[in-house]
């Protein structure tokens, strides 16, 4: 019994058949980690991008007069900003003729799947200035 068990031990070890599959199964969660921390970052920065633009749009409407005070501009952001991100908090100023609206994001409005919790304790802030021509 010893012999037998001795020869396959040694043929199991020089044996390559199936490595490939035993790699396979190691390495393609980490694959999929990395994919799915590839796409969450992703999501953030596509969130950051909308949420500086709607913060210019607020910004340009009270500079050319749509827009007349910095409540109306804060609700402007809140309202364009409540599907990308319902839990931001926006903050706006106007002092020397500068409107200055800001956002405080939290990472967790904008990663659809939060698989990585590195990344889902994050606040992102965004801040945005226009001078007012009126």
Do not use: C
């Amino acid at each position: 019994m010893g012999k037998r068990l001795a020869r396959f031990v040694r043929r199991a070890i020089k044996d390559n058949d199936g490595s490939m599959t035993i790699e396979a199964v190691i390495w393609i969660p980490f694959f999929f980690a990395f994919l799915v921390f590839v796409a969450d970052v992703s999501f953030v920065f596509f969130g950051q991008a909308q949420a500086y633009r709607i913060l210019q749009d607020a910004n340009r409407n009270l500079s050319i007069g749509r827009l007349e005070t910095e409540e109306e501009v804060e609700t402007y952001i809140d309202n364009a900003l409540a599907k990308l991100a319902p839990n931001a908090t926006v903050n706006s100023v106007i002092s020397n003729g500068t409107i200055t609206s800001s956002a405080v994001i939290p990472t967790t409005d904008l990663i659809p799947v939060g698989f990585i919790p590195g990344i889902s304790n994050i606040n992102i802030f965004i801040k945005s200035s226009h001078m007012v021509e009126y």
